[in-house]
């Protein structure tokens, strides 16, 4: 009895412990929050309020939104979407090797594995804007920079999240065509592909759905597309055009996501 009592009290003492420690992690994540917070002045209310009228004025030079050159936008929305999905699968074809590289059981070396990995953070770390001012001083105007900044910043996460799908697949069918003498190669594409294809798919898509809305942003470097458009209309200050622009933007975002819905559930 007086060893269950113990048993039963180092149980409580552990939980007391781990909870102790959650509770001395949470404090230091709101800690670093506040901090971060008052640092970038969120917290100015003073501030904030004195940029209300200047807010309301600007709504209100956006109001009614005019979309008088509507058809003008239908070409720039064709680019923007076209960028989207050419960049999306450029990532995708790029990031699966490197996925498969820098998973932990699919890399043939640790040396391959340290390498695709940093490949993937110095990737990851070039801002789509200043991956697209690169390439259209590389390339020129046109959707073809905004391709490939959006394809090469989205292989950094892309890839990482491949990397991730496949060290969590199931060692069992992977053990199995090992046992079978199957090549690595043979294993990846019997044993891991299969297994993690739903996943992977799911991850470009929802790469898909952001990098429309990122492609908007390429234009404003000289990439193309409706950015182009509302880039022009800002600094001619024709805010009733920003506003049908924006609310032009919202839609197709919104068809691009609920198109990008319909298309994973038909996957799963």
Request: proline share 4%.
């Amino acid at each position: 009895m007086t060893a269950i009592t113990g048993r039963f009290d180092d149980i409580l003492a552990r939980q007391q412990a781990r909870r102790l420690k959650a509770a001395a992690l949470l404090a230091v994540i709101l800690g670093l929050v506040a901090a971060c917070g008052a640092y970038a002045q969120l917290f100015d209310l003073g501030r904030l309020r004195d940029g209300l009228p200047a807010l309301g004025t600007l709504a209100g030079d956006m109001l009614p939104p005019d979309f008088h050159n509507m058809r003008n936008w239908l070409h720039p929305l064709l680019d923007t979407l076209a960028m989207s999905v050419a960049g999306t699968a450029l990532a995708v074809i790029l990031s699966l090797p490197l996925g498969l590289a820098a998973a932990r059981n699919t890399t043939p070396h640790p040396v391959v594995y340290q390498l695709a990995r940093a490949a993937l953070n110095a990737l990851r770390a070039l801002p789509e804007l200043i991956a697209g001012i690169i390439f259209v001083a590389a390339v020129g105007f046109g959707a073809l920079p905004g391709v490939l900044a959006l394809g090469l910043h989205s292989v950094g996460m892309i890839g990482k999240f491949f990397a991730e799908a496949i060290e969590h697949c199931d060692d069992k069918p992977v053990e199995a065509a090992r046992a079978t003498g199957a090549t690595a190669l043979q294993v990846i594409v019997h044993a891991v592909l299969p297994q993690v294809a739903p996943k992977l798919a799911d991850i470009a898509l929802y790469r898909w759905e952001y990098n429309f809305r990122a492609s908007t942003v390429m234009g404003m470097v000289g990439a193309g597309g409706i950015g182009f458009e509302l880039m022009g209309s800002l600094r001619l200050m024709q805010y009733q055009e920003v506003s049908a622009l924006l609310l032009v933007i919202l839609g197709m975002v919104t068809v691009v996501d609920l198109f990008g819905a319909r298309l994973r559930e038909r996957l799963r």
